[in-house]
């Protein structure tokens, strides 16, 4: 008697196949503003119907964000995908807890398309550790009611201009003509402009130098002696962009993410950009810039890769960057969405190509905190700027020197 054998295949059965099981990741990053929370998870949901065999865990970590990625680092429990400000990068490079990206970056991925400023940032002994997901540079804001009340009709294009303007304008609709923050992250092209440098060739603090201190003193003068400058606390607020949009003064430099706050916050605010003042003839802005990089003890890194690759991709970073908010690292999407021609930001779109970038080696607090402690101090009027900036300089080298 013949045996009939019948083979049964999956492919035959297809519901007869094994369930499988998806591979979840987590992703971490900090809280932003609602509308680009909503926005991210928009592109999760989207990630994950384009890729079923992957879950994605957001999480935001709302206080003390490098803090709580550094802990976790040590103790295993990292995200596969996380956030990493380009302040923050040499020394997770240097620490080899990131993994390195060059083996998963096909010709088809398209890396010559990021800004090369940008993703410099993220290099680090030949090797690629993150991919910038968006960035900022900064540029002049201007009420344009008060400059039609002082007469002006144009932004000022050098700093002897914007000292001139700021004086016409103290008084006028705004109690004074310009606003500051002392911060280092908004002094650092201020420093170049002289041919100081903030850190040397070995990660050391290095801005007491003579040219360093040239660029910072037109800063202090400018609130010392022309009196036509805050900061934020002179005026009862809390940042640049707030005491700009409640007129209490009539410009300020911030960053792209003024822009949709002051839209939404102050609507009847009418305001323009224009490109930071020339210092010393020279164009000077700073770049900020925040990457996604891959944690090296993650155990689904193929999943994490194709997140990271969906996210920063043309058209994940066509989706991220199209509302406005943050401005697109890829020079396609950039030119796709027109940044370059809109009239608020494409001050900041130039600045790209001459800005100094936001990067203070691989101790950036100690640099950074020093700095901006003497250097308010100094404003104050408490101690020279000279004296102070050597006082910071000392202090931050003597904290470097003891890691």
Excluded: C
């Amino acid at each position: 008697m013949a045996i009939a054998l019948v083979v049964i295949t999956y492919e035959n059965f297809p519901l007869l196949k094994p369930p499988t099981t998806a591979v979840t990741i987590k992703l971490s990053g900090w809280a932003g503003n609602p509308l680009e929370q909503q926005l991210l998870k928009e592109l999760l949901q989207q990630f994950e119907e384009q890729h079923p065999d992957i879950k994605v865990r957001y999480e935001v970590i709302s206080e003390q964000y490098m803090d709580v990625i550094t802990t976790r680092l040590i103790g295993e429990a990292a995200p596969d995908v996380f956030y990493l400000e380009s302040l923050e990068a040499p020394f997770f490079m240097s620490q080899n807890v990131l993994e390195p990206l060059n083996s998963y970056i096909t010709p088809e991925f398209d890396l010559e398309d990021f800004e090369e400023t940008l993703l410099d940032n993220f290099k680090y002994k030949d090797h690629i550790y993150g991919l910038p997901k968006d960035y900022s540079t900064l540029a002049l804001f201007y009420n344009q009611k008060a400059f039609a009340a002082a007469g002006l009709s144009t932004p000022p294009t050098t700093w002897d201009e914007l000292r001139t303007y700021s004086q016409q304008l103290t008084g006028k609709l705004n109690r004074y003509g310009f606003g500051i923050t002392p911060q280092l992250s908004y002094q650092a092209y201020k420093i170049a402009a002289f041919g100081g440098k903030v850190i040397d060739e070995n990660g050391y603090a290095a801005f007491a130098s003579p040219e360093a201190v040239r660029g910072l003193q037109l800063v202090v003068d400018q609130y010392q002696k022309d009196g036509t400058s805050a900061q934020a606390t002179d005026v009862g607020t809390s940042s640049g962009t707030e005491m700009f949009g409640q007129n209490r003064v009539a410009m300020v430099i911030e960053g792209n993410w003024a822009i949709p706050y002051l839209e939404t916050t102050f609507p009847q605010l009418e305001f323009a950009t224009a490109e930071i003042p020339t210092i010393n003839n020279k164009k000077g802005t700073m770049a900020f810039t925040v990457a996604y990089v891959m944690n090296k003890q993650s155990q689904h890194k193929a999943a994490a890769w194709e997140l990271i690759s969906f996210l920063t991709g043309k058209e994940g970073m066509a989706q991220w960057t199209g509302t406005g908010f943050a401005l697109p690292t890829r020079t396609s999407v950039a030119a796709r969405l027109g940044y370059d021609q809109d009239p608020l930001r494409s001050p900041l779109v130039a600045g790209i190509d001459y800005a100094t970038t936001w990067q203070l080696g691989q101790y950036p607090a100690a640099i950074s905190n020093n700095f901006d402690n003497q250097f308010i101090s100094a404003l104050l009027g408490q101690q020279s700027l000279s004296s102070a900036m050597l006082r910071a300089e000392n202090a931050a080298n003597a904290q470097i020197s003891s890691r």
